[in-house]
């Protein structure tokens, strides 16, 4: 997949701000992988529906989150059964929440051997984000599925 324009833009701010475009979470996603240490948050649901959260190092590349984990763990059993979840993360300037699917991505590298791969893609539809830095403002972005 490759990176995408929203599909529809909401303000969310109540003091005035405009929405704010696209770009500027986009951008810090793009440089994230530059920014050792960046805490990504990953929140599934477990069985009986109790949620759970983990901290996981995740990459952009080409418009989505890639990821990794082991079979055993609790968050690759929870996506095994239910493989909507959402994405936390507190970037250079703005906060950030993407709610969407996680798969276990189609490659992986060729010394990790055949398939299945423990290396999971996030693919989202929905954005949430919070200018924690000038300009402020919120925004909702969604993404055609």
Same mark, same amino acid.
């Given at each position: 997949m490759t990176d995408r324009e929203p599909v529809e833009?909401?303000?969310l701010d109540r003091?005035?701000?405009p929405p704010m475009p696209w770009s500027r979470p986009h951008d810090r996603l793009v440089a994230t992988p530059?920014?050792?240490?960046?805490?990504?948050f990953l929140g599934t649901s477990r069985p009986d529906g109790r949620p759970h959260a983990a901290s996981v =190092?995740?990459?952009w590349l080409d418009g989505d989150l890639y990821f990794t984990s082991g079979p055993g763990t609790r968050k690759a059993r929870n996506l095994a059964a239910n493989p909507a979840c959402t994405f936390s993360v507190g970037l250079e300037d703005i906060d950030l929440v993407l709610e969407g699917d996680a798969f276990t991505a189609p490659f992986s590298a060729p010394?990790? =051997?055949p398939p299945p791969w423990h290396l999971y893609r996030f693919a989202f539809h929905t954005v949430f984000g919070v200018a924690s830095a000038e300009p402020y403002g919120a925004t909702r972005w969604r993404f055609e599925r």
């Open positions: 833009v909401t303000n003091y005035g701000s530059a920014e050792p240490g960046t805490p990504y =190092g995740a990459v010394s990790a =051997g």
